[in-house]
C-alpha cells in the first residue's frame, strides 16, 4: 500500500511539471509581430511625402516632341503671340520683331540656351544680376542670362531695348515699319550676323507675323497689303545712281551675271527675301550701296 501511494505522488510531480514549461513556451512569441509591423508603417509613411516632389522634377524634364521646323515655328508663334502683343503695347516693339527675335535666337523654342535657361533672346549677361548660365556663342562659355518663366524673357528683353541708349533710334521708326526695325537692331549692335535683318525680314513675312501689329495697331490685312504697294513704288524711283533698273523680262539670275555677282548676294544686298522683282524697280548691285540705306 505505501509503495501505490508513493507511486502515484511521482506521477501527479511529473504530470505537473510537464504543464508548466507547455504555459511558458505559449507566451513568449507574442510581442514579436506586432513590432514588424509598426516599422513598415512608419517606413510606408516616409516613402508618400517624397513621392510627390520626383513627379514635379519629371514633368520640368520632360522633352519636346519631336517636330518640323514648321510645326515648332507655328507652336511657337501660337504660344507666344499674345505675350508678344502685349509688350508691343506696354514698350512699343513691334510684335512682328520680338517673335522673329525669339524664333530665329531659340530655335523656334528648341534651343539649348533656351531649353536650360529659358532665354528666348540670346541676351548676355551684362550688368545682369540674377541667376546665369554659361553657354558656346561667339567664345566659349560666355555668360547669358537666366529666367524662371518664359514670359520673364520677353519682358526683359523689351527692357534692354527700351532702357539703352544705343537702341532709342529703334523707337522713332513706325511700329509697322518691320524692315527698319530689323536693320536697326543690327546697327545698333544687338547681333554680330551681317545677315540678321535679313532674317528676320524673311521670317516676318514668310509666317506673316506683321498681321500681329496689325491687330495691336487696329488695321486689317488690306491696309497693309496697300502699304506693301506704297513702299514698292517709293523703293522703284531710281533717284540713286549705280542700280540697277528692272525691265520687262529681267531676272534675278540675268541680272545677277550682267555684274557678274551671285542671286545670294543680289538678294542679300536688296534684302529681298524670294525671287520676286518689279518691272521699274531699282535694284542695289553693291554691298556699299546697302550700307547707306541700313535705316530706310
Known amino acids: ?15 505537473s511539471c510537464g504543464g508548466s514549461k507547455k504555459v511558458t ?49 507655328q ?7 499674345g505675350i508678344a502683343k502685349s509688350e508691343m503695347k506696354t514698350y512699343g516693339i513691334p510684335a512682328s520683331i520680338t517673335l522673329a527675335q525669339g524664333i530665329l535666337e531659340s530655335g523656334a523654342g528648341y534651343g539649348e540656351l533656351t531649353q536650360k535657361a ?25 555668360c547669358f542670362r537666366k529666367y524662371n ?32 526695325w530689323a536693320r536697326g537692331l543690327r546697327e545698333a549692335g544687338y547681333a554680330t550676323d551681317k545677315k540678321y535683318p ?19 495697331l487696329g488695321r486689317g490685312s488690306r491696309e497693309r497689303s496697300t502699304q506693301n504697294k506704297a513702299v514698292a513704288v517709293i523703293i522703284s524711283t531710281p533717284d540713286k545712281k549705280g542700280g540697277h533698273l528692272v525691265k520687262k523680262g529681267d531676272t534675278l539670275y540675268s541680272i545677277s551675271r550682267r555684274y557678274k555677282i551671285s542671286v545670294e548676294e543680289l538678294k542679300t544686298f536688296n534684302n529681298l527675301s524670294n ?22
Open 75 to 81: 507652336r511657337y508663334i501660337f504660344e507666344f503671340s
Open 198 to 216: 535679313q532674317k528676320l525680314i524673311s521670317i516676318i513675312e514668310r509666317y506673316q507675323l506683321y498681321k500681329y501689329d496689325n491687330e495691336v
Open 275 to 296: 525671287n520676286n522683282i518689279m518691272i521699274g524697280q531699282v535694284l542695289k548691285i553693291t554691298a556699299a550701296d546697302t550700307e547707306e540705306e541700313d535705316f530706310n
Open 118 to 142: 529659358k532665354n528666348h533672346f540670346g541676351i548676355k549677361c551684362h550688368d545682369w544680376e540674377g541667376d546665369r548660365v554659361y553657354h558656346d556663342d561667339d567664345l566659349s562659355q560666355e
Open 25 to 73: 513556451s505559449s507566451r513568449t512569441p507574442k510581442p514579436i509581430p506586432k513590432r514588424t509591423t509598426v516599422t513598415h508603417v512608419e517606413r510606408s509613411t516616409k516613402e508618400i511625402i517624397v513621392e510627390p516632389k520626383n513627379k514635379k522634377e519629371e514633368e520640368t524634364k520632360k522633352p519636346l516632341p519631336v517636330l518640323s521646323y514648321k510645326d515648332r515655328v
Open 149 to 180: 518663366l518664359a514670359s520673364e524673357s520677353f519682358r526683359d528683353h523689351s527692357l534692354f531695348l527700351k532702357d539703352r541708349k544705343r537702341y532709342s533710334r529703334l523707337f522713332t521708326f513706325s511700329k509697322r515699319d518691320y524692315k527698319s
Open 1 to 15: 500500500m505505501k509503495k501505490f501511494i508513493l507511486l502515484l505522488g511521482v506521477t501527479t510531480f511529473m504530470i
